[in-house]
């Protein structure tokens, strides 16, 4: 009851505000309509050139308002940070304080100098004040209530590199040890329906100089030139909050860099002075504030800014329905952020003026992989033979052990790949345990990261994205994948399957390549004549309308496209004809063929084998296909026939037939035994797409195969050849007696599918082609 009269006292208070929030929106997005237009008109002011600061010493500033329990406590240790810096400077801006911060410093610290304004400017009006006032190119900026650990000041000073880095920020702990790190200064900025988010990472493997979205304003270090050029941090988002994120996301707009120095340590008492002095629903207040001032003074794309106009109305809505939330706007931000939309339209001008790239390319740039491929240096030749390509090679299924048809490609790549490249792993584990297996790529690989199969974004049916895509969206990946191109150096960006396609990163010099393991779409309208639940089958043609939706705009965001056969590649350049010469068919879909003993003959009579993993639909259909409609059919003429069914997560027992000769071995270590043991190889496949890599280590073992056309797609369209070829349950049986009555002429079919495997399917040779292929793209990228 008492739940409910609060939501009734919420709505009822909130009322007018509800109403009013569709004009609070309305008039600054004509404002904001009206200035770009006159922006567009007029003529653009030439900007300063950019010059590279002196770095010898630097100017401290620590603004300050009825802080002085946090300066005596504090401010020794910035002090003696100094000491090997001559020429440095520390000055206390003190916002008018009461409580003798002014006198306690000019007492105790007279070497300190102390600005005291005759009121409070507030963190941002300080700060500026103070940044006018030092005398040093670099001013390093900090909270009151911030310890510096001994030697902080050399590795920020070292971070500015070049002219364009504006800002280098510190590595921030708690003082208390205990407490989650909300804040590390390693900060990550994008753009989420219709709003900017932020957050801090937490982040051990990075130990040198790393973009970030922002420097905090708390414990930064800024080029003062460009820090005074940018307008310094904006009173538009006073009195507190996100004006140091206002100002990083300027300077990357303004063509600059924003770097985080693992190397460069503080310890803060998160809001030691804000959160003493104001309550937490007036923090959040300010928050939504400006988060909603932000959009307004700084996103220039238009798409952009529509969505946020929506998505802010929307999210006040439902918090107005159903409780505050921190992710959601309000309407009283929208009303706060309404009473000073003049001011938003101002700022948005001079924002415009110093923007020299798109909002799209600003958020791009702070991550790790285009700041690389933005900034870095690359040789117009790739590396040379004694410096391999640095190749980041990424799965999303585990790879060890190779229990289904993408796992053996990947890992027999993997293993070849290491020896001519520098081979840098990342691959998503669905278990912990499952890290273990993958020891023997640890040792041969220059390194390798796993996570844990994290959970992407929820099933939406009415989503027009795919779910296998969607299930593998998630910002921690795409945070690692970024790190690791920048960290590693990467040259080239190795993704295996569609749903690592979401991760091409579309750079200048770094090739994106994308295996296409299976074409997706194709895949699933192949099960659609096989299907009988009616639910199932509109479920099924919707996912295949989004599916060739997603794939066919994602394909051309990769540089290059790797299928398994020349089959697939028609079938894509068939609903894509801007792909050709891009689309390779003949470097992933083999086998290391010396694992495989070759033996013709010598086989255990009348026994089938079938082989593959039961993850896979089209191999689960496969096998109730032929259970149900082709080994009666064999039974009746041969009663000593005997089916082995050898895969991983395997169906149950009693979901198929009893009958003694079908013998369920489940998940085998090593398919060579069964596969140099058994008589005959089926490959009943009514659906999926790509080549099957069971047939390519059928081949190279030397059992004779039987196949549908589907399933032998990418090897043969001849019957007899490499295999047996018949698509109707009467002809593939007569097709497995063949085999089965005829060993020797098995054994001749055997050698000629053993010689092709050899020929054209083997790992060694198609990697090394591999390679070739990597060194001629990173070449004509980087000309």
């Not at 002011?45 to 504090?74: C, F």
């Not at 047996?724 to 085999?739: G, I, M, N, V, Y």
Request: aromatic share 10%.
């Amino acid at each position: 009851m008492k739940r409910f009269a609060a939501g009734a006292w919420r709505l009822l208070k909130d009322l007018p505000l509800a109403l009013l929030a569709p004009v609070f929106l309305a008039i600054p997005a004509v404002a904001i309509l009206i200035t770009d237009l006159i922006c567009l008109v007029l003529p653009r002011r030439r900007l300063p050139a950019s010059t590279q600061p002196r770095t010898h010493a630097a100017s401290i500033v620590i603004p300050n308002w009825n802080g002085k329990d946090l300066l005596e406590k504090y401010l020794p240790s910035v002090v003696d940070s100094i000491a090997d810096h001559p020429g440095s400077e520390i000055i206390i801006v003190d916002n008018g304080s009461i409580d003798g911060s002014v006198t306690f410093v000019r007492e105790r610290f007279p070497q300190v100098k102390v600005l005291a304004l005759p009121r409070n400017l507030g963190f941002g009006g300080g700060s500026n004040a103070g940044f006018q006032a030092a005398r040093n190119d670099i001013v390093v900026l900090l909270n009151s209530d911030m310890r510096v650990a001994p030697g902080f000041l050399a590795p920020l000073l070292a971070g500015f590199t070049d002219e364009n880095v504006f800002a280098v920020s510190c590595q921030i702990f708690f003082s208390d040890p205990d407490r989650v790190r909300e804040e590390t200064g390693l900060t990550e900025g994008w753009w989420l329906q219709g709003s900017l988010r932020v957050r801090h990472r937490i982040e051990p493997g990075i130990t040198e100089l790393y973009p970030c979205f922002y420097g905090g304003g708390g414990s930064c270090a800024f080029d003062r030139r460009k820090f005074i050029e940018l307008g310094g941090l904006d009173q538009l988002l006073a009195p507190f909050y996100l004006e140091d994120t206002d100002l990083g996301y300027l300077a990357w707009k303004r063509g600059w860099k924003v770097l985080y120095q693992p190397a460069s340590h503080v310890y803060h008492e998160h809001r030691g002075t804000i959160g003493k002095r104001f309550s937490e629903a007036y923090i959040q207040s300010i928050l939504k504030k400006n988060f909603v001032l932000f959009a307004w003074k700084n996103i220039h794309d238009w798409r952009r800014l529509i969505s946020h106009f929506f998505f802010t109305w929307a999210n006040a809505t439902l918090s107005w329905l159903f409780g505050d939330s921190p992710e959601r706007a309000s309407y009283r931000g929208i009303a706060r952020a309404w009473l000073q939309w003049p001011g938003a339209i101002l700022s948005r001008t001079n924002a415009r003026r110093l923007a020299v790239v798109s909002d799209t390319e600003a958020f791009r740039r702070s991550l790790g992989g285009p700041f690389r491929d933005t900034f870095a240096s690359f040789p117009i030749q790739p590396p040379a033979e004694s410096e391999p390509l640095r190749v980041l090679f990424i799965s999303p299924y585990p790879i060890c052990p190779p229990i289904h048809g993408g796992g053996v490609f990947m890992y027999q790549t993997v293993r070849e790949l290491a020896k001519l490249c520098a081979v840098h792993l990342v691959v998503l584990l669905d278990e912990p345990e499952q890290r273990e297996a993958h020891a023997e790529l640890d040792s041969i690989c220059a390194s390798s990261e796993y996570l844990v199969r994290m959970e992407g974004r929820q099933k939406a049916l009415g989503s027009m994205e795919p779910h296998a895509v969607r299930e593998f969206r998630n910002r921690d990946l795409a945070w690692l994948i970024h790190r690791q191109i920048y960290t590693k150096q990467i040259d080239v960006v190795q993704l295996e399957y569609t749903v690592m396609g979401q991760y091409a990163g579309q750079y200048r010099h770094i090739p994106s390549i994308l295996f296409e393991h299976d074409v997706y779409f194709q895949s699933i309208a192949r099960r659609l004549p096989h299907m009988t639940n009616a639910l199932e089958k509109l479920k099924a043609r919707w996912e295949y309308l989004r599916a060739l939706r997603y794939e066919l705009r994602l394909l051309p965001k990769a540089d290059r496209i790797q299928v398994c056969s020349f089959e697939n590649a028609a079938y894509l350049t068939s609903f894509l004809p801007a792909l050709r010469g891009r689309i390779d068919d003949s470097y992933r879909a083999g086998i290391d063929t010396s694992l495989y003993q070759f033996k013709p003959s010598g086989r255990e009579p009348f026994t089938l084998l079938f082989l593959g993993s039961f993850r896979h639909l089209p191999n689960q259909e496969a096998l109730v296909w032929f259970v149900k409609y082709v080994l009666p059919q064999v039974q009746s003429r041969e009663s000593r026939v005997r089916l082995i069914v050898i895969g991983s997560d395997p169906p149950p027992r009693h979901s198929l037939p009893k009958d003694a000769a079908i013998e369920l071995v489940g998940f085998t270590e090593d398919v060579r035994e069964p596969l140099g043991r058994c008589a005959v190889f089926i490959c009943p496949i009514l659906s999926g797409s790509g080549v099957r890599v069971k047939l390519l280590e059928a081949f190279a073992a030397g059992i004779p195969v039987v196949s549908t056309r589907l399933g032998a797609e990418g090897l043969t369209t001849t019957d007899g050849d490499i295999c047996s070829l018949a698509d109707e349950p009467a002809e593939f049986a007569e097709k497995c007696l063949d085999l089965l009555n005829n060993p020797q002429r098995g054994e001749v079919m055997a050698r000629r599918a053993h010689d092709y495997v050899i020929e054209t399917r083997d790992m060694r040779r198609m990697t090394e082609k591999l390679v070739v292929s990597y060194q001629r793209e990173v070449s004509e990228m980087r000309q």
